[in-house]
């Protein structure tokens, strides 16, 4: 583990809340405008099942607006689903949807869901169903009521899921794990998987810990390419450390991309540029309940 790995240029650019992805997906109220970033053409059917199988998208709930859905998958790749009256939205082992107790509505931002889909003429997603976990729901409930579970002394992560900043030097840095990657890859290793899991299990042990993710680049390639390569490294692990490592979405704080800044080697050697291109989890503790 690093102590130091996040450098002053991500200290000063990141700012508190949950989940998201590389470009942040805030919570939002389920009942806002039209979300720009949404395109949707054609008019929704009346029954998706009637519609030939379209893929399986899975990955977390990253907008939400009106009967579509946002899915940013693991690979950091988003894909827009339209929401039907028959959409069935289920849980765990259970079929709840159209007995009233899952209906769409209960489908918030940051959830984790796999979705089975059918596809229209025009090549529109239209989800047949909607699969999660009910802790899931739980704790993206609990995240979008703001109930008294939000913690005080982490008002900077769980305020962010209501758009408002948070100053990241309100936080000390407890430890640093860092994953690494191939050139131009952004999926994690075998190793790289077991590492983020135990650092959810240091981080859980670590009273009132956050989560602070940074993707990382080395200097091949040039720098859109690099920023747009570091934002899905972070991604991936956001979408490990959250679906299978089971670390909950209010106690992650901004994941981003920095390409090739804060370098922890020289890249003027293939070793050195092995060792930047990385993603670093960060476990902080605000100062104000920091007691070690």
């Known amino acids: 583990m690093r102590k130091n790995s996040l450098g002053s240029g991500a200290l000063f650019l990141l700012a508190a809340a949950t989940l998201p992805f590389a470009a942040g997906a805030s919570a939002q109220p389920q009942d806002a405008a039209v979300n720009p970033n949404i395109l949707v053409n054609g008019e929704r059917p009346a029954d ?65 869901v796999t979705v089975k889909t059918g596809q229209d003429a025009g090549g529109q997603l239209v989800a047949k169903s909607v699969v999660f976990r009910g802790g899931d729901l739980k704790t993206a409930t609990m995240i979008r009521q703001g109930t008294a579970q939000q913690f005080d002394e982490q008002t900077a992560a769980t305020e962010a899921l209501r758009g408002r900043m948070g100053d990241i030097d309100k936080y000390n840095i407890k430890g640093t794990t860092n994953v690494y990657f191939q050139t131009g890859k952004w999926a994690l290793s075998p190793d790289a998987k077991a590492n983020l899991c135990q650092a959810a299990t240091q981080a859980e042990a670590t009273e009132n810990a956050l989560m602070l993710v940074v993707g990382y680049t080395d200097t091949v390639g040039g720098d859109d390419y690099n920023q747009t390569l570091s934002e899905k490294r972070a991604s991936s692990v956001i979408n490990y450390l959250q679906q299978v490592c089971h670390w909950k979405p209010y106690r992650m704080l901004t994941p981003t991309g920095m390409a090739k800044a804060d370098p922890l080697a020289s890249n003027d050697t293939e070793e050195g540029r092995a060792q930047n291109r990385r993603v670093a989890v960060n476990i902080l503790v605000s100062k104000s309940v920091d007691v070690n």
């Open 48 to 112: 998706p099942k009637t519609l030939p199988a379209g893929p399986d998208v899975k990955g977390f709930i990253s907008a939400r607006s009106g009967d579509k859905m946002q899915v940013t998958q693991p690979d950091g790749t988003k894909a827009v689903v339209l929401l039907a009256q028959t959409t069935e939205v289920k849980s765990g082992g259970g079929l709840f949807g159209g007995k009233g107790k899952y209906t769409i509505a209960s489908l918030l931002n940051g959830l984790p």
